[in-house]
Nanobody, 126 residues
Framework: VQLVESGGGLVQAGDSLRLSCEAS????????MGWFRQAPGKEREFVAA????????RYADSVKGRFTISKDNAKNTVYLQMSSLKPEDTSVYYC????????????????????WGQGTQVTVSS
């Protein structure tokens, strides 16, 4: 599985941005997906996750109410809609795919994800 993120960029505080992550392969619908981010000098952290079917989602407290994750199995794509962006959201954002779709839930643990994209930079200026 190959994952390719897009949609990052430089925005001002309060703006919105939508990240996309397109996956190769024919089994995308079986993968729970997640978004993680890593700021300079910090460890990678969980942002949002969605179950394989798209029926359940989970969010980090820091983005709850501002970010929305969604999954289009017909397009092999997962999205992260980000609104009310803050300077502290500045990071490289990574999408990831898990092979643990049988669990039927959204997964927040980084170690449960096997496939990772190359990342896309999001910079929020104040």
């Amino acid at each position: 599985v190959q994952l390719v993120e897009s949609g990052g960029g430089l925005v001002q505080a309060g703006d919105s941005l939508r990240l996309s992550c397109e996956a190769s392969g024919r089994t995308f619908s079986s993968y729970p997906m997640g978004w993680f981010r890593q700021a300079p000098g910090k460890e990678r952290e969980f942002v949002a996750a969605i179950s394989s079917s798209g029926s359940t989602t989970r969010y980090a407290d820091s983005v709850k109410g501002r970010f929305t994750i969604s999954k289009d199995n017909a397009k092999n794509t997962v999205y992260l809609q980000m609104s009310s962006l803050k300077p502290e959201d500045t990071s490289v954002y990574y999408c990831a795919a898990s092979e643990h779709g049988y669990l039927g839930v959204a997964l927040i643990a980084e170690q449960l994800y096997r496939y990772w994209g190359q990342g896309t930079q999001v910079t929020v200026s104040s």
